[in-house]
């Protein structure tokens, strides 16, 4: 079998191997001490920042402009959370998780147990119906077989995915705050000793922020702020995701394919310069990112230019395109996938007309 638009693989598990070990010899999974010590400290400055002046502002609609510069950095506290998630910061485990649930729990109010549980299930079986979690929501339909099987208000929903896409995702940051302590209620397949811990952190999070807005700003203000912070938050965090893998191949539930290829051809990279790596958080580098999860962010870059002239040398479609173009391959795809919700009715007394493979009448 082969992935979906892709030609069957007859690559081995030592093509990776031998690109692990280039990737080895050049020291591009060496940690980054440095690096991180300046991010860290500069985020969590600006973090600080931003409620000081919170506070300073006061009873203000100035305060709507906090609310975004807040939803930034809530985005980028996480983009560090993720590498910590991934092993990246810190040699030690134990080090990397406290980070990523201070970052995740107190900070942004997410539970980090969940998250990586779902995360890792995602990188290991990308694009993979059945199989990966980012793939089997209920809000969208990424697959037809998954759209098809809609009904009703589902079913409608479906069809109209692409345009309401970007809306929805002024919704994504209160599903991940009701995921996440949904998960600690019933429990998550990681670190069940965390839990308690996760639930205090998840607690001081909201207590603290939902007292700041109510007690510094208006009823009416607080309320506005709210929506403005995580309603931007979402889109922020959702537009960083969506190019990465939304509009690449899917793999079919029983679909066997090595390691390399399953991460590069369902991948996609975002081209850009520095400004493009912060805001994306490194994950412009999807294709990189996959193959090494725990490599650290700035050696993803250098590691570019020798894993795409590899996928050349072995045939391997290594897919890279701008941020805008990603957005419109990823509409396209959910357009697409919506029309397997449309009803096939011909008018009465015609003929139906043949549909040709773009799917023009």
């Known amino acids: 079998m082969s992935v979906r638009g892709v030609p069957s693989p007859t690559g081995t598990g030592s093509d990776y191997a031998e690109l692990s070990r280039q990737v080895k010899q050049a020291g591009l999974l060496d940690r980054r001490p440095t690096y991180y010590t300046i991010k860290i400290a500069v985020s969590l400055a600006l973090f600080a920042l931003g409620w000081s002046v919170f506070v300073l502002l006061g009873r203000s609609w100035w305060q709507l402009l906090v609310a975004v510069f807040l939803a930034v950095m809530f985005t980028q506290i ?17 080090a990397n998780d406290l980070l990523g649930r201070v970052l995740g729990g107190l900070l942004v109010g997410l539970s980090y147990g969940w998250w990586v549980d779902k995360h890792n299930r995602h990188h290991a079986h990308p694009n993979r119906e ?50 996440s302590v949904r998960a600690l209620l019933g429990g998550t397949r ?11 952190l998840l607690l001081a999070h909201a207590g603290g922020y939902l007292a700041a807005l109510f007690l510094v700003l208006s009823p009416v203000q607080a309320v506005c702020f709210l929506a403005v912070q995580q309603g931007l938050f979402g889109v922020y965090l959702g537009c960083s995701f969506a190019p990465n893998h939304k509009g690449m191949p899917v793999m079919g539930k029983d679909e066997k394919v090595d390691y390399l290829r399953r991460q590069v051809l369902t991948s996609r990279n975002v081209r850009g310069g520095p400004l493009t790596d912060f805001a994306l958080g490194g994950l412009n580098y999807q294709i990189e990112h996959h193959l090494f999860p725990s490599m650290p962010r700035p050696s993803l870059r250098r590691a570019q230019g020798l894993v795409r002239a590899y996928c050349e040398q072995r045939g391997i479609s290594y897919a890279e395109t701008s941020l805008a173009r990603s957005y419109t391959e990823v509409l396209r795809h959910l357009h697409a996938v919506g029309r397997a919700t449309a009803p096939s009715r011909p008018r009465l007394g015609a003929e139906p007309r043949p549909v040709d493979d773009a799917g023009v009448a």
């Open 78 to 94: 996480a983009f560090v959370g993720h590498d910590a998630g991934h092993k990246q910061i810190f040699g030690s485990n134990r």
């Open 130 to 179: 059945g199989h990966d979690p980012d793939i089997a929501g209920k809000a969208i339909a990424f697959t037809e077989e998954h759209a098809a099987g809609r009904r009703g208000l589902g079913a409608l929903l479906a069809r109209s995915q692409a345009y309401l896409f970007f809306p929805m995702l002024l919704l994504e940051g209160l599903h991940l705050h009701v995921a």
């Open 190 to 200: 990681r670190s069940p000793k965390a839990r308690p811990a996760e639930a205090i």
